[in-house]
T-cell receptor, first 116, second 114 residues
Framework: AQSVAQPEDQVNVAEGNPLTVKCTYS??????LFWYVQYPNRGLQFLLK??????LVKGSYGFEAEFNKSQTSFHLKKPSALVSDSALYFC??????????????FGQGTTLQVKP | DVKVTQSSRYLVKRTGEKVFLECVQD?????MFWYRQDPGLGLRLIYF???????EKGDIPEGYSVSREKKERFSLILESASTNQTSMYLC???FGGGYNSPLHFGNGTRLTVT
């Protein structure tokens, strides 16, 4: 079955330190991978995506993500965290199942807490 | 910027009521989606639509229906609301040109069924 896993419910980091939010996936074929962020009482906002090409993808607000095919991972990273980065982060992968509809499968979300 | 507008931020309805959640997008996107968001479960797809008058079931369609009479509007209908439909509902739209286009989300409707 195709799936996305975010193994940490919450990640805590001090402001100025690097942050990593983990994501692993399981799909058949080539994965299309996405990261979204949700601030309190808001919808999700697109951060970045990996479709093909360079394994390091740069996105909005200084975030980047590294695609690792052998580990089937797509971890979100930022070199220096800000308090304003505190939010709920979702990893998603395109469903490549038989229906091939372009649906996204979302992980359960990881809360990032950046302390001053 | 794409704007996806959900008509209500908060709704409180009684068990058995018929509930309409409305979503409008202003970017002429072909694809539209309804998700529900529950803590620890992430986002689960209820229904989606690839174009006007088209609809397809997502992963959890039971108890829901949808309507897409115009390209910009996608409505989610709870035929007879139940307490287990208390949730955050998110609408999204996407350019229909390819699966690598990102989804654009509305701010959500938090529905409470009592």
């Amino acid at each position: 079955a195709q799936s996305v896993a975010q193994p940490e419910d919450q990640v805590n980091v001090a402001e100025g330190n690097p942050l990593t939010v983990k994501c692993t996936y399981s799909v058949s074929g080539n994965p299309y991978l996405f990261w979204y962020v949700q601030y309190p009482n808001r919808g999700l906002q697109f951060l970045l995506k990996y479709i093909t090409g360079d394994n390091l993808v740069k996105g909005s607000y200084g975030f980047e993500a590294e695609f690792n095919k052998s580990q089937t991972s797509f971890h979100l990273k930022k070199p220096s965290a800000l308090v304003s980065d505190s939010a709920l982060y979702f990893c998603a992968v395109r469903d490549t199942g038989s229906s091939n509809t372009g649906k996204l499968i979302f992980g359960q979300g990881t809360t990032l807490q950046v302390k001053p | 910027d794409v704007k996806v507008t959900q008509s209500s931020r908060y709704l409180v309805k009684r068990t058995g009521e018929k509930v309409f959640l409305e979503c409008v997008q202003d970017m002429d996107h072909e694809n539209m989606f309804w998700y529900r968001q529950d803590p620890g479960l992430g986002l689960r797809l209820i229904y989606f639509s690839y174009d006007v008058k088209m609809k397809e079931k997502g992963d959890i369609p039971e108890g829901y229906s949808v309507s897409r009479e115009k390209k910009e509007r996608f409505s989610l209908i709870l035929e007879s609301a139940s307490t287990n439909q208390t949730s955050m509902y998110l609408c999204a739209s996407r350019f229909g040109g390819g699966y690598n286009s990102p989804l654009h989300f509305g701010n959500g409707t938090r529905l409470t069924v009592t």
